[in-house]
Every structure is written in structure tokens, then in C-alpha cells.
């Protein structure tokens, strides 16, 4: 699990975001959770990446949580057991990158 927390001024631009994952070879999908929404721990068969665009989500990874708020990024390596849960008092938009190990 690494995180990069947002260097950039102003908010991010989801279509340069969607660019960048693109260009690093992730298949990328745009989600919104609801305020309140929670996923129980569980894995993923691909390497994903998450790309927070607005709102915030916070992510369990063993005992270390990790909010990430507009602009930060995550990178969650296959098979690695996490928890999510919106944070905050307004939905949250991200964009989900997704690839599979060779």
C-alpha cells in the first residue's frame, strides 16, 4: 500500500487524472459512494489504484488507516485485504484503476 498525497493547487482535473492512470496501463472507471458507504474488508485479483477526485474515503490496511481526500492517490497491490469507508458529510468521487499482473 503507498499513498501520494495532492501537491497540486486548485482541485483535481478528472481528465487528467484518467490520463495519467490510462498512460500508466490501468483500465480506469469513474465511482461515487455516498456518504456513509462503507465495504467490508476484502481483496481484489488486479492491482488497483484509486485517484480521489472530490469528497473523502478512508482506507484500512491492517492496522494503518489512510484518509484520502481530493487529489490523493493510493496504490493497492493484488490480493492485499483492505476495508473503505466514505468520510465526511458529502459523497466522494474516484476514479478506479485497475490492472492485471502479467
Not at 23 to 50: C, F, I, K, L, N
Not at 55 to 60: C, D, Y
Request: hydrophobic share 35%; glycine share 10%.
Amino acid at each position: 500500500m503507498k499513498v501520494q498525497r495532492w501537491q497540486g493547487t486548485g482541485a483535481p482535473d478528472l481528465a487528467a487524472l484518467r490520463m495519467t492512470l490510462e498512460g500508466e496501463g490501468y483500465s480506469v472507471y469513474s465511482w461515487t459512494d455516498d456518504r456513509g458507504a462503507a465495504y467490508p474488508p476484502h481483496t481484489h485479483d488486479d492491482d488497483q489504484s484509486h485517484w480521489v477526485v472530490r469528497g473523502a474515503i478512508a482506507l484500512t490496511v491492517g492496522d494503518a488507516e489512510y484518509v484520502l481526500r481530493a487529489g490523493d492517490r493510493d496504490w493497492l497491490p493484488a490480493e492485499t485485504l483492505h476495508s473503505a469507508r466514505v468520510v465526511g458529510d458529502e459523497a466522494v468521487t474516484y476514479l478506479v484503476g485497475s490492472k492485471r499482473r502479467d
